[in-house]
């Protein structure tokens, strides 16, 4: 038997068989150790280094400094932060010779080979330690280039923020790079200072922060987007501080019409261009001052202040913004006969219908700041993970990705059971945190290159990006009737129904030139898949969508189906055209997992419905034969020698408690509800101990023919995100079983 925990440090030893409790544990825990950070907003330069569509940073200065001579240097600058120690690989790919250093210590640099291969690509690993780490990237300018590119392997999964150095720029987002110099400046043991400002280095670095004399000099509209030819619109969103009087002054110069709204209220309405002072009446709670100006012959423009009692109000940024010490927030070039919401205005999820100059056009826009070609940018910046998918202590809060689908999931179906809106509140906020910034992460990852948030949601290449969050986003909606759910769920059932790569029978599998899992079947893709494909087509009546989830089930089996131990493969390769038969247990769970949420909702007279309901028992059958004497299931089902682990068997204490509960598992050669509560059983005493940590799940997986790889190198990782949600899960219909339904489904 694998020993987690002391039996003393247990949940049942602290609770017993009092299961609500214990599920209160788990969830409480979940909460409070993933407080609900938001994204962090930081100041961004558009015309700095942006990341190409593999999330690589396009460190290429030749275009940026076509004058230099070749031998000249130039470096790249910029502070990573980390929570904890993490391990990531990154891939560095060099126009010419470079030097890349970390916290003052060379950690690679080119070969000759290297410098002269066009399509050069290495992968250095990098150990980042709690705190700032430097990065350091000297390059050097030759005949075959000068440069680089560079970031984390996996960039949309091991997310790699950086952030400008120098106390002139402290908290702004993004790397800077210095002049071309004729000699290297800095190496090991020699940074520059960040603690500096970037003038005592002696160097110039760009992107620039400052506007020029000549710039300031203009007003503010005018200097950030240039002299419209046509009348055009711009927006400039501040906020008021709390004040405890009604007597408010609002007075300045505007260079055109403009009116002014406090709180969604208008207050003031100027119908030509000058100077302005007016008493308002304003009782406000958040204090957001919003002026919209149209350009005139003066120019294009504003000038506004606020005092109450005689006495002057600073304004303050709308939100907290790292590394600007402005107050104004713009938006334009807009359209002079443009008309908007001003609550939906005062929103950092808001894009703009934007237009060109001379009044074209011109896609969209975003809130920009007052400093030369800066705009506001969100970040993810909570739980990074590491080349092990661990995160550390840091909140999971406001991440799209798979194992937190499972995880909002669970939270769901426990709020619901023990009649906790608080929770069901956490887990849905979590969702929008997402779904709220979903047109505006297309558009940054259109703008710049790679997106700063929604990563996996914008970036679906594969069902891990899109089908277990957006499962639990349906569940939300089931709850929420939130349109954004839905209006995210078409492309997703899109990409599964028309774009997803198959095999000629129609079975979805994975086809990712170069990449290790190319041309392989996954039994995980039934988790990644069905339960999206089954909430989808209830809520919006596409009777495709549930057809195919049944389909996905019986093709998969048949080329994963190890039928003389009624169990799962892993993977099936096509590349050596055979299935790896290693029984992985996660593997096994998401298809049980899965195929249970299909029975629940597919109709009695389903053409398949009988060959699935049969796989099903099949498969319990040759699960149940396999659990071990403490009630879990191993790593590696049929290997004796194989660790115990959590996920698993949570996953089968929820098909087992579900088949009995929905009369798919009575009767036969085995007792699933004492086979479920043995789990339960096992799971309490040995995974989770009296805190609400979960213990015994291993982490995210690849895969291999050897058994050996899931038993010795694919370790456990205590509260990992692959067990939290499903460990509520199995507990939830433990529940519903021993209380014979006296609780909310």
Not at 51 to 75: I, T
Not at 111 to 135: F, Y
Not at 373 to 397: C, D, I, Q, V
Not at 684 to 705: K, L, M, P, Q, W
Request: glycine letters at 8%; one cysteine or more.
């Amino acid at each position: 038997m694998t020993v987690y925990i002391e039996s003393r440090d247990s949940a049942r030893y602290a609770f017993g068989d009092e299961d609500r409790r214990i599920l209160e544990l788990l969830a409480s825990r979940y909460i409070g150790a993933n407080p609900p950070i938001p994204f962090a907003y930081r100041a961004f330069s558009h015309q700095g280094i942006l990341q190409n569509e593999e999330g690589l940073y396009d460190m290429n200065l030749s275009s940026r400094w076509p004058q230099a001579a070749n031998g000249d240097y130039v470096y790249v600058y910029g502070l990573v932060w980390s929570d904890n120690e993490r391990s990531i690989d990154c891939n560095l790919e060099p126009i010419g010779p470079i030097k890349l250093y970390m916290n003052e210590k060379e950690l690679f640099r080119t070969s000759a080979v290297e410098e002269m291969k066009p399509d050069a690509r290495v992968v250095i690993p990098m150990l980042l330690t709690k705190g700032w780490n430097r990065i350091l990237i000297e390059a050097r300018r030759t005949p075959a280039g000068f440069g680089c590119r560079f970031g984390a392997d996996e960039a949309k999964v091991r997310i790699l923020n950086v952030l400008a150095p120098f106390t002139d720029r402290a908290g702004s987002a993004g790397w800077v790079y210095s002049e071309p110099v004729k000699k290297p400046c800095y190496g090991e043991e020699a940074f520059p200072e960040v603690l500096h400002s970037e003038e005592e280095t002696g160097l110039s670095w760009l992107p620039r922060t400052k506007w020029k004399t000549e710039e300031a000099a203009l007003p503010n509209l005018e200097r950030q987007y240039g002299r419209p030819e046509a009348v055009v619109a711009g927006y400039g969103w501040t906020r008021l501080p709390i004040w405890g009087t009604e007597s408010l002054v609002l007075q300045g110069r505007v260079c055109g019409p403009a009116s002014v709204w406090i709180d969604g209220k208008l207050v003031l309405n100027l119908t030509e261009a000058g100077s302005f002072r007016e008493n308002v009446k304003a009782d406000y709670s958040s204090g957001n001052l919003l002026i919209r100006t149209l350009s005139g012959p003066q120019g294009w423009g504003f000038e506004l202040n606020a005092s109450a009692d005689g006495k002057p109000l600073a304004l303050k940024q709308p939100m907290h913004i790292h590394g600007y010490s402005g107050e104004w927030l713009y938006a334009g070039p807009i359209a002079a006969n443009t008309a908007f919401d001003t609550a939906a205005v005062c929103q950092v999820s808001t894009l703009f219908p934007a237009i060109d100059l001379s009044g074209q056009p011109a896609g969209s826009t975003y809130w920009e700041l007052n400093m030369p070609h800066t705009r506001l940018r969100p970040f993810y910046e909570n739980a990074m993970l590491s080349n092990k998918w661990t995160t550390g202590t840091a909140t999971n809060f406001g991440r799209w990705d798979y194992p937190l689908g499972v995880t909002m999931y669970g939270l769901l179906r426990t709020a619901r059971v023990l009649n906790r809106k608080e929770w069901s509140d956490y887990a849905i906020s979590h969702i929008r945190t997402c779904t709220d910034m979903y047109d505006y992460a297309l558009w940054d990852r259109k703008e710049y290159g790679f997106p700063s948030v929604n990563h996996q949601l914008v970036l679906t290449r594969m069902l891990d990006n899109c089908g277990s969050f957006g499962s639990a986003m349906l569940e939300a909606y089931l709850q929420e009737d939130d349109d954004m759910f839905l209006r995210i769920a078409d492309p997703i059932a899109d990409f599964m129904l028309k774009r997803l790569e198959r095999r000629e029978d129609g079975a979805f599998y994975r086809l990712s030139e170069g990449e290790y899992f190319d041309n392989t079947l996954w039994a995980d893709d039934l988790y990644m898949s069905g339960p999206f494909l089954t909430r989808y087509a209830i809520i919006s009546g596409n009777q495709e969508a549930i057809d195919e989830a049944a389909r996905q089930f019986l093709l998969f089996q048949r080329y994963l189906f190890i039928e003389e131990e009624r169990i799962m493969s892993h993977v099936y390769d096509f590349k050596y055209g055979q299935a790896t038969r290693v029984p992985w247990g996660r593997g096994n769970g998401w298809v049980l997992f899965s195929l249970s949420e299909l029975l629940e909702r597919l109709p009695e007279d389903h053409p398949n419905r009988d060959a699935l309901l049969d796989f099903f028992q099949s498969m319990c059958s040759g699960v149940a034969d396999l659990q071990s004497s403490s009630g879990l299931w191993r790593q590696v089902l049929n290997e004796p020698e194989a660790y115990e682990e959590a996920s698993c068997t949570a996953m089968f204490a929820y098909a087992f408690a579900r088949g009995i509960r929905f009369g798919w598992l009575s009767g036969g050669d085995h007792d699933y509800a004492a086979a479920a509560r043995k789990a339960w059983k096992g799971l309490t005493e040995n995974a989770i101990d009296r805190s609400g940590n979960v213990h015994g799940v291993c982490s995210g997986s690849r895969y291999s023919f050897s058994p050996d790889y899931y038993m010795y190198d694919l370790r456990t990782v205590v509260n990992d995100n692959h067990g939290i949600g499903i460990m509520m899960l199995a507990g939830v219909e433990v529940s519903l079983l021993n209380s014979a339904g006296k609780f909310a489904i």
